[in-house]
């Protein structure tokens, strides 16, 4: 017989059974297991079936299997939460600070995949200890304590590298440079040439304007389609797209760079202040992206 589930509404209980097996006849430990095989979204609308689910589906087990391994290290020890969804969702709304402040660290709220922000002194900038060309400067906005701010340079060069390690396993991410602007200048005739790969591979290249009030001349040719510009964040600041890279989990041992150059021009160039290089997991457009996440 073809196995259906179907909600039986006896007495204004909902019942969900297959066939005439009620699942929440099932112990609370048996289902918080098998929720526990699903995601934080799937937890949220299987809490909604009954109170059994809703219980087992709030249970710290089930919420302790969307968190990192070894996350005890990750959380400062001055901060207590009162139950693991409380802990996943302040590691969604509020990125703490790893390996000395040199990286950022969060989960992406929906499917608990990880994210990082490598910090400006976890990145190769050129010539960034250079007082002529950088200085560091303090900012509150800035995530990191220090930031480095671009004075003037002819030759623009950033990478960062992180170990695909590091990334969830069959995930997609998209990198990004994050930065405000003060007074630039320089940046609003050649683009950057910017790129995402596994080290020692070509990798994903495009090119974009970091300049947000760019403007074509007469001299200029029409930008081709990869060929972009800031944008704003939630944040104050802004962000470019670098590439994007699927993490398939078989390259343990690799490393992702991404990198930033504009050294064709030869022009000097300036007024730009570096947050980092944001590495962010991607989830499909939901419709409902909150999906009771925030309760």
């Keep these: ?19 005439t097996l009620n699942l929440n006849a099932l112990p609370q430990d048996c289902i918080a297991t098998i929720i526990s095989f699903t995601s934080p979204r799937d937890a949220c609308r299987l809490s909604v079936v009954s109170t059994i689910f809703k219980l087992a589906a709030e249970s710290d087990a089930v919420w302790e299997s969307f968190l990192p391994s070894q996350y005890q290290a990750l959380i400062p020890s001055s901060l207590s939460f009162s139950s693991k969804k ?6 969604c709304e509020n990125p703490v600070l790893i390996e000395g402040g040199r990286k ?19 990145l190769y900038i050129e010539w960034v200890n250079t007082p002529t060309y950088w200085r560091w400067v303090s900012i509150p906005e800035a995530r990191f304590e220090e930031v480095p701010e671009l004075l003037s340079v002819c030759w623009f060069e950033i990478r960062g590298k992180i170990s695909i390690s590091r990334l969830s396993p069959m995930t997609l991410y998209k990198a990004y440079l994050v930065f405000k602007v003060h007074d630039v200048y320089g940046f609003d005739y050649y683009p950057v ?4 790969g ?3 591979t070509d990798g994903s290249m ?28 939630v944040d104050g600041w802004l962000e470019v797209e670098l590439g994007e890279f699927f993490n398939e989990g078989c390259f343990c041992d690799g490393e992702l760079e991404m990198t930033a150059i504009e050294i064709d021009g030869g022009n000097w160039k300036g007024g730009l202040i570096f ?21």
């Excluded at 409380?86 to 590691?91: A, G, I, P, V």
């Excluded at 040439?193 to 995402?196: E, G, H, M, P």
């Excluded at 980092?276 to 939901?286: M, Y």
Aim: hydrophobic share 35%; aromatic share 6%.
């Design 193 to 196: 040439n910017l790129s995402v």
């Design 206 to 233: 495009r090119t974009a304007y970091l300049d947000p009030e760019h403007v074509l001349t007469e001299q200029q040719s029409t930008p081709v389609e990869d060929e972009m510009f800031p944008k704003a964040r």
């Design 86 to 91: 409380e802990l996943y969702l302040s590691l």
């Design 275 to 295: 947050q980092g290089i944001e590495i962010r997991a991607v989830t499909p457009n939901l419709c409902d992206s909150n999906l009771g996440l925030d309760s």
């Design 104 to 122: 950022s660290f969060w989960l992406e709220k929906v499917s608990g995949k990880k994210c990082y922000m490598l910090s400006p002194k976890d």
């Design 198 to 200: 596994l080290v020692g």
């Design 1 to 19: 017989m073809k196995s259906k589930v179907s909600e039986m509404e006896e007495g204004g209980n909902g019942e969900l059974s297959i066939d």
